[in-house]
């Protein structure tokens, strides 16, 4: 079942520099900043009451993130929303239409991911998470 929003990402070309000006922007210092090989990016993590922002830089020139920030500029990158039984949410919302991107869970920073693709989501690149 989905139980909330989790994130917001954000890519960005430069993580050091958004880092500094989130940092002015919340009055917080990043909970977690880290690269993920799997990922192929660097990412730093806010936490805020409700939610957490993700800042993302990619760190090869062809990744998903890489062509997303070449293609379209920093800015919203996905929308992350919390499971508590993920291959069971993937199931079902394969079954109402949705187009998972990978066709199995990922290891991500936090536990499993999945993610679908925005052509299925009116737009919006969606991540579930299951920690």
């Known amino acids: ?12 070309s430069d993580l050091d520099r958004a880092i500094e000006t989130y940092k002015a922007i919340l009055g917080i210092e990043p909970r977690k900043v880290q690269e993920i090989p799997e990922q192929e990016v660097r990412m730093a993590r806010f936490s805020l009451p409700g939610g957490k922002i993700e800042l993302m830089e990619p760190t090869t020139p ?4 890489a062509r997303f920030l070449q293609k379209r500029g920093e800015g919203l990158h996905h929308v992350c929303l919390a499971s508590d039984d993920l291959d069971s949410d993937i199931q079902r919302l394969v ?3 949705l187009e998972a991107i990978t066709p199995e869970p990922q290891q991500g ?3 499993r991911v999945v993610f679908f ?3 299925s989501t009116h737009g919006v690149l969606l991540e579930l998470l299951e920690k």
């Open 1 to 12: 079942m989905i139980t909330g929003v989790d994130h917001l990402a954000i890519v960005v």
């Open 62 to 65: 062809d990744s998903g993130v």
């Open 95 to 97: 079954g109402e239409g």
């Open 109 to 111: 920073s936090e536990g």
């Open 117 to 119: 693709h925005p052509r």
